[in-house]
Nanobody
Framework: VQLQASGGGLVQPGDSLRLSCAAS????????VGWFRQAPGKEREFVAA??????NRAYADSVKGRFTISGDKSTVYLQMDSLKPDDTAVYYC????????????????????WGQGTLVTVSS
């Protein structure tokens, strides 16, 4: 099973964008999906995650209040509002096949399957 992230593009500061993460087959395996991003010259960082058991969501402080993760095992979305130039990065989605605790959702090492990434550029 592979994950496919899509929806990236070039937008202006303050605009919105919705990213999608879908499985190459019918549904996303696993119990949690996370979004991470990597800006040029920087390490990959956690953005948001959703865990279906308990319906839990987690967000990085830098995106809290602006980004919303939602969806189900068919497709997971990352709604990004009030975008800033600092949000420019390649965004990756990833799925965890295990049963992660909440605190583990923020670690990239928790996830087993990764998508190929979609580029988001925020620039005027």
């Amino acid at each position: 099973v592979q994950l496919q992230a899509s929806g990236g593009g070039l937008v202006q500061p303050g605009d919105s964008l919705r990213l999608s993460c879908a499985a190459s087959e019918r549904t996303i395996d696993g119990n949690a999906v996370g979004w991470f991003r990597q800006a040029p010259g920087k390490e990959r960082e956690f953005v948001a995650a959703i865990r279906w058991r308990g319906g839990n969501r987690a967000y990085a402080d830098s995106v809290k209040g602006r980004f919303t993760i939602s969806g189900d095992k068919s497709t997971v979305y990352l709604q990004m509002d009030s975008l800033k130039p600092d949000d420019t990065a390649v965004y990756y989605c990833a799925a965890d096949l295990g049963n992660p605790i909440l605190s583990a959702l923020r670690s990239e090492y928790t996830y087993d399957i990764w998508g190929q990434g979609t580029l988001v550029t925020v620039s005027s």
